[in-house]
Structure formats: C-alpha cells, structure tokens
T-cell receptor, first 115, second 115 residues
Framework: KAGVTQTPRYLIKTRGQQVTLSCSPISGHRSVSWYQQTPGQGLQFLFE???????NKGNFPGRFSGRQFSNSRSEMNVSTLELGDSALYLC??????????????FGQGTRLTVV | AQTVTQSQPEMSVQEAETVTLSCTYD???????LFWYKQPPSRQMILVIRQEAYKQQNATENRFSVNFQKAAKSFSLKISDSQLGDAAMYFCAYRSAEYGNKLVFGAGTILRVKS
C-alpha cells in the first residue's frame, strides 16, 4: 500500500512569487491536513480538507489556501511569498469520517526555501 | 483552545536503558486522542503510539508504552531497551474526537541515544 506522497520534495522560490504544493493521500483516505514546521514556531496546523471541503482552518493569513480534488489529492498554495514562509510543509492523510480509528499518516514533506 | 507542552527540549539515554519523555496538555473536552510521533533526521513523521481518552488502560506498542493520567492531563512516553534507531525528535500531539483530524503538537523533545 503506497504511503502519502508529497511533491516536490524541495523548492526554492523568490519573495513575491507563488507556489503550489501537492499531496496524494493513502488510497481510501478522504481527509488531508497540512502543517507548517519551522524551528521557531514548531508544527502548526494550516487546514484540513475532507471530501473536497475545508473542515478546519488554522491561524494563517489568506495567502495560504488549499483545495482537494474528487480523488482526495490536495494542493496547497501560498501567494506573495515572504522569507518567513520558508519551512517544511507536511501533509497528513487520514481515513476521516466517523471512524474512531483515524490516525494521521504523514508524507515526507516539501522543504520550501524563499530567497 | 487546546495546548500541548513538552518541557524537555532534549533528553539522552544509554543504549539498552529506559527513558521517559514528558507531555502535558490542556483541554476542556472529555473525548480526545493523544499521540506520540517520532521524526528522525529524514523528517518523516512516524506514529509511535496512540491513546484514546476514554480508555483507562495505558497503550503499549512493543518497547513503547505510555503513562496516561487523565485527571492530571499528563501523557508520558516510556521507551524501554533503547536502541540507536530511537534517536529522533519526539512530538506529543492532541486531537479532538469531535472536530476533524486537526493535530495540536507540542514543541518536541530531541532524544539522543548513546552507544
């Protein structure tokens, strides 16, 4: 069974540009969550998508957005990049739904560097 | 809002010895889940163990076990017979049973294993 796949693994962007990160969840999983990991702020929740709908949102500016497709794949977009957006972006896949057995399985992350 | 606190930024243990990592959390909810995740240098987050708040019995997974004290809001991880491969950053995480799959993470504890 394939795990969570995030692409690209590494990315270098210039301030002011925009970027799109992709996450393919485990087959059958309908929930995808995104996290930002930085040395200063640790792991922070960005948002969660379930069945193509945003179910939860963290405290990030509107420059951070996401979406989920009918095959559960998710994309995250950051517009007008700032130096402070440099981070490891992690995607987590869960079954979702009403099941109590909804562990989150993580991808290997996308390392974004803004210069 | 829920918070998770890991008061030990770094811990060391001798190979084959036992180490305990501490975690406390704050919540007004009665139904929730607690997790320990391991993040090795590869940066992939790996689920180590989970605990459901309504279960009084402490979870155990091979050499990993937890001490869950619901009234004290404490959730420590014990690693027995430590191995070099256990060296990693360990995160304690909280998830509400009601509001999707959002995880709230602690700041993490770096575990070093000495041979």
């Amino acid at each position: 069974k394939a795990g969570v796949t995030q692409t690209p693994r590494y990315l270098i962007k210039t301030r002011g540009q925009q970027v799109t990160l992709s996450c393919s969840p485990i087959s059958g999983h309908r929930s995808v969550s995104w996290y930002q990991q930085t040395p200063g702020q640790g792991l922070q929740f960005l948002f969660e998508y379930f069945s193509e709908t945003q179910r939860n949102k963290g405290n990030f500016p509107g420059r951070f957005s996401g979406r989920q497709f009918s095959n559960s794949r998710s994309e995250m977009n950051v517009s007008t990049l700032e130096l402070g957006d440099s981070a490891l972006y992690l995607c987590a896949s869960s079954l979702g739904g009403a099941s109590r057995h909804t562990e989150a399985f993580f991808g290997q992350g996308t390392r974004l560097t803004v210069v | 809002a829920q918070t998770v606190t890991q008061s030990q930024p770094e811990m060391s243990v001798q190979e084959a010895e036992t180490v305990t990592l501490s975690c406390t959390y704050d919540t007004s909810e009665s139904d929730y889940y607690l997790f320990w995740y391991k993040q090795p240098p590869s940066r992939q987050m790996i689920l180590v163990i989970r605990q459901e708040a309504y279960k009084q019995q402490n979870a155990t997974e091979n050499r990993f076990s937890v001490n869950f004290q619901k009234a004290a809001k404490s959730f420590s991880l014990k690693i027995s017979d430590s191995q070099l491969g256990d060296a990693a950053m360990y995160f304690c995480a909280y998830r509400s049973a009601e509001y999707g799959n959002k995880l709230v993470f602690g700041a993490g504890t770096i575990l070093r294993v000495k041979s």
